[in-house]
């Protein structure tokens, strides 16, 4: 991240900043760490796959993203597994709700 004069800024001062955004505001505390992962999550849950995660993120392994944004969401891995199910062909689509009613 770069000043209005092109120069970098300190991670530390573009911190202060959003601390100082932040105390303007009715919201939580949070961080900008904590930004970045709630970003991270929910692109992950709105369909965006681990490649541009890690790419946004700049993580240097996408092992890195895959363990951390593969299991966050339980809604997540619920539509994955009933869209793995839905692939079977003897699978039937009644099937897959008796099932979950009876595990639950």
Known sequence: MRSRSGAWLRPETASE??????????LPPITLRDIRHVSATLTHGGGGDLHTIKETLRHSTITLTSDTYTSLLPE??????EAAVRL?????PGK?????????
């Open 17 to 26: 900043t959003f601390r100082q955004i932040l105390a303007r505001t009715d």
């Open 76 to 81: 997540v891995d619920q539509a994955a597994a």
């Open 96 to 104: 897959v709700a008796e099932n979950n009613q009876a595990t639950s």
């Open 88 to 92: 079977v062909p003897r699978a039937r």
